[in-house]
C-alpha cells in the first residue's frame, strides 16, 4: 500500500521542523490568565449572560477558576467555584461512559441490537427494507437514523419514564438509514439512558452516581436539581426582549441521560482530571472508576469525518481540522494543539462547553446560565492563548532500545559515508527502495553540503518504532526520520534526511 506508507513517512519527515523548534521560554499560567480572563468577560458581555464559571485543568488539578456575575438575579449572589449549573449535553461523556463500563463488566456489548436491551424498539418500521437495525454502537455515535432533536429534545428532559415507554412503542420517523450518516440525536442518548437502567438493573441517574460520580468524589453533582441548596444553585435565564427571563426548571425525567447532569466548577474539574490521566498508555496501577484504555476508547472517532474550521477567533486562519463524532465528544485532530476532545452544551437555562487536549494533559470548560449560551469560543481561545504561551508541553513518547540501537547505527553510516554500519539491521524492503551505491551517493552529497554531523539532538520519538531527529552538523542541520518494521527483532525499514534550510 504505497500511498499509505508515502503519507506516513511524509508526517514522520515533517515531525522535526515542529520537534526541534527553538522558542522563547514559556511563560506562567498566571501571567496569561489576565488574558484569558478578558475572553471570557468579552464573552459574557456580548451573549447577555448573568453569571458563568470557567476553569482550567492542568497536570491533573483545577490550576485556575473564576466565577463571573451572579448565579441569581434576584439575590444577586455571586458564582463560585461551587455554584452549580446544568451542563446539558456535556452530560452525554458520562451516558458514553456509563455504557463502557457495562461493557466493561459484561453486561452488553457495543455491537448488541438496542432492542435487546429496550423491547418497545423490536416493533419499530426502518426506512428500508435493507437498513440494518440500530446496535448500541449506533446511539453512541449518532449514526442511528434517527433525525436531529435540538430543541425538542430539551423540553423532553422531564417526561416521565412511563411516557417514554410508550413513545418509543409508538415508534419513531426516520431520518435516513442507519449507519449511513452522522446525525445528532437527543432521542438516542436517552435510549441509551433506558438500556443503562435495564443492563444495570437500576436508575440511569443511580447508575451514573454509583459507578462514575461517587468513586471520583463528584458530591455536588447529579441530576435531580430540587435537591441543590439555594446558596450553590445557579438559575438559569433566556435573554429576551433586552431583558433576563427565568427558564422553567425541568425535574429529573427520562430525556436525563442526554443532557441532565448538574455540576459545580470543582466537582467537574475533577472529571476533567480524570479522563486526562488516561493519556499517555502506562503500567501505572489502574485505580479510576473505569480503565483508562476505556477512557481512550470512547474518544474514537471512527466513521464519517468532517474537515471543519476550528472553534474560536483562530479558526479562519488556523489550519482546517479533521473532525468526527466518538462516543460524547467531538474528536479532532489540530495542527497546533494536538488531539482535542470537545463537547458543547446548550439547554433552556444554560450553556457550557468542554475542550480537552490530551496531548498536553490540558482541559478548559466553561459554564453558564443563559439559555444556550455555550462558552466555546473563549474556551478555544483560552487554549490557543496557552499554546502561543508555551505551556502546551507534549508527552513525549520514551526512546525505545531498539530505536535508539537503530538511530546509533544510521548515525555511523552517515559517518561512515555507506550503510555498513546498519549490516544485519536493514528490513528486507530497505534495499529493494534503495539500493546501497544509491545510499553511497546520497550520503556523500549530504556530507557535500553539510560535513561531518558530531552533535545529535536528542531523539524525538512518535512511537515505539519510530522517531523524528537532528544532526547538528559542521555547515548546517539535517532533519531525518526513522521508520522500524513490524519485525522481531525491529528492523530499519525507512531512513530520511534532509538538510534543513535557514
Not at 470557567?54 to 490550576?63: H, Q
Not at 469525518?305 to 463524532?325: D, E, F, L, P
Not at 439547554?347 to 487536549?357: E, F, Q, T
Not at 531498539?402 to 559515508?417: E, L, N, S
Amino acid at each position: 500500500m504505497r500511498w499509505t506508507s508515502g503519507l506516513a513517512l511524509t508526517l514522520l519527515l515533517a515531525a522535526p521542523l515542529s520537534a526541534f523548534a527553538q522558542d522563547a521560554p514559556p511563560k506562567t499560567l498566571a501571567q496569561i490568565t489576565p488574558e484569558i480572563d478578558a475572553l471570557f468577560a468579552r464573552y459574557q458581555a456580548d451573549a447577555h449572560i448573568p453569571g458563568m464559571v470557567y476553569g482550567i485543568v492542568k497536570d491533573g488539578k483545577l490550576a485556575y477558576v473564576k466565577g463571573v456575575g451572579v448565579q441569581n438575579l434576584d439575590d444577586k449572589s455571586a458564582v463560585t467555584a461551587d455554584s452549580r449549573f446544568r451542563i446539558a449535553s456535556m452530560t452525554k461523556a458520562f451516558t458514553a461512559l456509563a455504557i463502557l463500563k457495562l461493557r466493561d463488566d459484561g453486561k452488553l456489548l457495543l455491537d448488541d441490537l438496542a432492542e435487546d436491551h429496550v423491547p418497545e424498539m423490536k416493533g419499530w418500521v426502518y426506512p428500508t427494507t435493507d437498513s440494518p437495525r440500530i446496535r448500541v454502537r449506533d446511539l453512541l455515535h449518532h449514526v442511528g437514523g434517527l433525525v436531529t432533536d435540538d430543541p425538542w429534545g430539551d423540553r423532553q428532559q422531564i417526561l416521565p419514564q412511563d411516557d417514554f415507554t410508550r413513545m418509543i412503542a409508538a415508534g419513531v420517523p426516520f431520518s435516513r438509514a442507519p449507519q449511513s450518516a452522522f446525525e445528532y440525536s437527543n432521542y438516542g442518548y436517552a435510549l441509551l439512558g433506558r438500556i443503562i437502567a435495564n443492563a444495570s438493573g437500576m436508575d440511569y441517574a443511580d447508575y451514573v452516581r454509583q459507578a462514575i460520580l461517587t468513586p471520583l468524589g463528584m458530591t455536588s453533582s447529579g441530576f435531580d436539581v430540587t435537591k441543590t441548596p439555594k446558596a450553590h444553585y445557579a438559575r438559569g435565564y433566556r435573554w429576551e426582549n433586552e431583558r433576563w427571563s427565568p427558564e422553567p426548571e425541568m425535574v429529573d425525567g427520562a430525556f436525563n441521560a442526554m443532557g441532565g447532569m448538574q455540576v459545580s466548577a470543582n466537582d467537574y474539574a475533577k472529571w476533567v482530571a480524570f479522563l486526562l490521566s488516561a493519556w499517555p498508555p502506562r503500567d501505572d496501577a489502574d485505580t479510576g472508576p473505569v480503565k483508562r484504555a476505556t477512557v481512550r476508547e470512547m474518544v474514537q472517532g471512527l466513521n464519517f469525518m468532517s474537515v471543519a474550521n476550528r472553534i474560536g477567533t483562530s479558526g479562519a486562519s488556523a489550519c482546517k481540522q479533521a473532525a468526527a463524532y466518538a462516543m460524547g465528544w467531538r474528536v479532532a485532530q489540530d495542527c497546533d494543539l494536538g488531539l482535542t476532545l470537545a463537547h458543547g452544551g446548550g439547554y433552556p437555562g444554560y450553556g457550557s462547553h468542554v475542550m480537552l487536549m490530551p496531548d498536553h494533559g490540558v482541559g478548559v470548560f466553561a459554564l453558564s446560565n443563559r439559555t444556550y449560551a455555550g462558552p466555546s469560543a473563549p474556551a478555544w481561545d483560552a487554549a490557543v492563548a496557552m499554546d502561543k504561551a508555551g505551556l502546551l508541553t507534549g508527552r513525549a513518547h520514551p526512546v525505545t532500545p531498539a530505536v535508539a540501537d537503530a538511530f546509533a547505527a544510521a548515525r555511523a553510516a552517515y559517518a561512515a559515508g555507506n550503510l555498513a554500519p546498519l549490516d544485519g539491521k536493514l528490513a528486507m524492503n530497505f534495499l529493494m527502495d534503495r539500493s546501497a551505491a544509491n545510499w553511497a551517493a546520497e550520503l556523500a552529497r549530504l556530507r557535500t553540503e553539510v560535513g561531518d554531523c558530531p552533535v545529535a539532538e536528542p531523539l524525538a520519538p512518535t512511537g515505539a518504532l519510530s522517531a523524528a531527529f537532528r544532526l547538528n552538523c559542521d555547515r548546517g542541520k539535517l532533519d531525518g526520520m526513522l521508520l522500524l518494521a513490524p519485525t522481531s527483532p525491529a528492523t530499519v525499514q525507512a531512513l530520511r534526511f534532509r538538510v534543513v534550510t535557514p
